[in-house]
């Protein structure tokens, strides 16, 4: 693509801006009304022209309007990310809340989400901070009754498991210490790939005749690491995607909001957020979405970070007319909100030990 002379760019902006808010091509003389260019309409037209034959804007059926192109989006968004960059320092120090501060992460999270779909109308999601490798903190082991132990496992996050296990005969307390002593000394700091024959064989040597008992334990650990290891997606407004005729026919808004449903598109695009070394707002436009079902739309994602290492995905999905400028600027803001949530309670967590 060509570089842009600074009134091409301005008639881009005009273009995208105004389709953006009224759905409708855009023909020159509305551009001249909408610039401060001080253009003729014939000049305008010479223009739109040129940005035509560049691939930035097009025709659609027999209309005298112009629409923008995937790749007209991209210059727009471009340039929007430019400018919003520069006020990120700004945005930092706002202190406008998002969303009231609740204790458990769920329920925030799912605050967040709708709050979000509310805003900006569109379709959301927000995943749970979730670790690249989950490890175990510790596991503590009480017996409840003759016939049953309790196993508490608490994995990174601080997220507990409470797995009741069967025994054939009541454990003595000495033994239990004794057992939690054995599996922390060899689990605690441990990853599911630490967990590994070798050292399972060497656990069941010094468990004895516990070395049974020690299968279910590990059986419960490895439950907790996977089940920590989940990533939750919660999402709203998919309906809100219906609103936008252009996004496609009945077949294709159903396979959507399918995808809200079942999740499984959602991981393709987190993953792909993850994956990539920009861990700031990252904008998908028609064909570049990773998602195949995605094509006819846009998609904004960001990315937020706990204090540990935990990172977690934002999306806003909506129509390829998306208002970019409100979205980019709602997920900044949103990012730098929960970024301050949970780093606080976590520093609160350690003033309190």
């Known amino acids: ?33 909408f610039t401060d260019l001080s253009l003729s309409s014939a000049t305008i037209r010479n223009e739109m022209a040129d940005l035509e034959e560049s691939g930035y804007i097009e025709q659609p059926h027999t209309s005298a309007g112009r629409i923008p192109t995937d790749a007209g989006y991209r210059v727009y968004v471009d340039q929007i990310m430019k400018e919003r960059e520069a006020e990120t320092e700004e945005l930092r120090q706002e202190k406008e809340g998002l969303l009231e501060r609740v204790d458990r992460m769920e329920l925030m999270l799912k605050q967040v989400v709708k709050v979000l779909a509310y805003n900006t109308n569109y379709a959301t999601m927000i995943t749970a901070p979730q670790y690249r490798e989950v490890h175990v903190k510790f596991v503590q082991l009480s017996m409840v009754d003759d016939e049953h ?20 005969e009541p454990i003595a307390n000495e033994d239990i210490l004794k057992l939690s002593v054995l599996v922390n000394s060899f689990l605690q700091g441990a990853a599911l790939r630490d967990i590994n024959i070798e050292m399972i064989q060497t656990m069941k040597g010094q468990a ?20 920590a290891d989940e990533r939750q997606i919660y999402t709203s407004g998919a309906t809100n995607i219906l609103k936008y005729p252009e996004i496609g026919d ?21 993953d792909e957020t993850l994956s990539s070394e ?17 094509k006819d739309l846009s998609v904004v ?3 937020y970070e706990l204090q540990e290492g935990a990172k977690g995905t934002i999306g806003i999905i909506g129509p390829k007319r998306m208002d970019y400028k409100k979205v980019v600027d709602t997920l900044k803001k949103l990012t730098i909100e929960l970024d301050e949530i949970f780093n606080n309670k976590n520093k609160s967590k350690g003033d309190e030990t």
Do not use: C
């Open 208 to 227: 004895g005749i516990y070395d049974r008992f020690l299968d279910q334990i590990l059986e419960a650990v490895v439950g907790a690491i996977k089940e």
């Open 278 to 294: 920009d861990t700031g707002i990252q904008i998908y436009i028609g064909d570049e979405a990773p998602v195949k079902n995605m």
């Open 1 to 33: 693509m060509e570089q842009l002379s600074e009134r091409k760019m301005k008639i881009l902006q005009a273009i995208v801006a105004n389709y953006l808010e009224t759905g409708e091509p855009v023909g020159s003389r509305t551009i001249s009304k």
């Open 301 to 303: 994602t960001a990315t």
């Open 149 to 168: 132990v309790l196993a508490v496992i608490v994995t990174e996050g601080n997220i507990i498991k409470n797995q009741m296990i069967e025994v054939s």
């Open 250 to 270: 009945e077949e294709k808004t159903s396979v959507l909001l399918e995808a809200f449903e079942e999740k499984e598109m959602l991981n393709e695009l987190v």
